[in-house]
């Protein structure tokens, strides 16, 4: 068991790893803090059966690196990747965690 747990939380750091590597460069202003933070993300926008509810055309799923920013991403706040600023919506997914630690937070952004 111990060695099945090592195995996913090296699989975790591998994939903080990628984000951080080829990831895009954005700023992250937090709304509540107004505190702006530079760090790579994944980016990919929504699929067509994901357009449900309040997501739109053109919305964008994110990924980042939870270390990078002090808790988690919320509504309002925001990134500006290639010179667009997004908003965030909502997470579009659980964290990625392995027991208590979080290795990355999933959300989805509106803006361009």
Same mark, same amino acid.
């Given at each position: ?33 107004? /505190? ?10 929504? =699929?067509?059966?994901?357009? $449900? #509810? @309040? ?25 500006? /990747? ?10 579009? =997914?659980?964290?990625?965690? $392995? #027991? @208590? ?12």
């Amino acid at each position: 068991m111990a060695d099945m747990l090592a195995s996913i939380q090296a699989a975790m750091v591998k994939a903080v790893d990628l984000i951080n590597t080829i990831g895009t460069t954005c700023d992250y202003t937090t709304r509540a803090t107004s /505190i702006t933070s530079q760090f790579k993300v994944l980016t990919k926008e929504l =699929g067509t059966s994901e357009l $449900v #509810g @309040d997501f739109r055309q053109g919305d964008l799923k994110v990924e980042m690196d939870a270390t990078k920013i002090t808790g988690v991403p919320k509504k309002h706040d925001t990134l500006v /990747i290639d010179q667009l600023t997004y908003t965030v919506q909502s997470p579009s =997914g659980a964290p990625r965690r $392995v #027991g @208590d630690i979080v290795y990355t937070y999933k959300f989805v952004v509106r803006g361009g």
